[in-house]
Antibody, heavy 123, light 108 residues
Framework: QVQLVESGGGVVQPGRSLRLSCAAS????????MHWVRQAPGKGLEWVAV????????DYVDSVKGRFTISRDNSKNTLYLQINSLRAEDTAIYYC????????????????WGQGTLVTVSS | EIVLTQSPGTLSLSPGERATLSCRAS???????LAWYQQKPGQAPRLLIY???TRDTGIPDRFSGSGSGTDFTLTISRLEPEDFAIYYC?????????FGGGTKVEIK
């Protein structure tokens, strides 16, 4: 079955950087677009970024453009999120999620989610 | 950006009662590209409904979705104890998907 396991979260000082990872298994990773979605403590959900199945296309929510970079290594079945210049408002659980569409037919809704990794930005 | 407003913020009901949750969009949602999720404390969201009315695999038929344009509804026909949770709607008809603020269904 589909399994997504995030890692890399932790407590980080404002202005520093962090790279989150999401290890995927149970499906053909290089055939699906992948997303990051975040949730601030006690708050709602916010879509953050998407990367196409082959890594050729990426998109971000406006609030993170220029600071966040989504990438993937299909040889390792792993999704990444590089977060630079961390701010207090980036404090959240970061989930990776699989798009249900196959090879470019992206849908942008989320059937499979990881358990999330918590990023806390604090001095 | 399409803003989704969910109401009510909290719904206090008893097991066996019917729950009606609303999701209103600031502009028309393309082709009923509207999904509903359930989230319990400490867990990732769970997809219930996509395409406004299609239940995901394994979702009980007491959950139903309806609506189009700017007004959507999630109905739980008879609440089971495991249904008390937070529910989010999400639109995916625009290039930047957005979520509603959530409705908490709590035990009365």
């Amino acid at each position: 079955q589909v399994q997504l396991v995030e890692s890399g979260g932790g407590v980080v000082q404002p202005g520093r950087s962090l790279r989150l990872s999401c290890a995927a298994s149970g499906f053909t990773f290089n055939s699906y677009d992948m997303h990051w979605v975040r949730q601030a403590p006690g708050k709602g959900l916010e879509w953050v970024a998407v990367i196409s199945f082959d890594g050729s296309n990426k998109d971000y929510v406006d609030s993170v453009k220029g600071r966040f970079t989504i990438s993937r290594d299909n040889s390792k079945n792993t999704l990444y999120l590089q977060i630079n210049s961390l701010r207090a408002e980036d404090t959240a659980i970061y989930y990776c999620a699989k798009d249900p569409g196959l090879r470019g037919s992206s849908w942008y809704y989320f059937k499979h989610w990881g358990q999330g990794t918590l990023v806390t930005v604090s001095s | 950006e399409i803003v989704l407003t969910q109401s009510p913020g909290t719904l206090s009901l008893s097991p066996g009662e019917r729950a009606t949750l609303s999701c209103r969009a600031s502009q028309s949602v393309t082709s009923t590209y509207l999904a509903w999720y359930q989230q319990k404390p400490g867990q990732a969201p769970r997809l219930l409904i996509y395409g406004a009315s299609t239940r995901d695999t394994g979702i009980p038929d007491r959950f139903s979705g309806s609506g189009s344009g700017t007004d959507f509804t999630l109905t739980i026909s008879r609440l089971e104890p495991e249904d008390f949770a937070i529910y989010y709607c999400q639109q995916y008809g625009s290039s930047s998907p957005t979520f509603g603020g959530g409705t908490k269904v709590e035990i009365k």
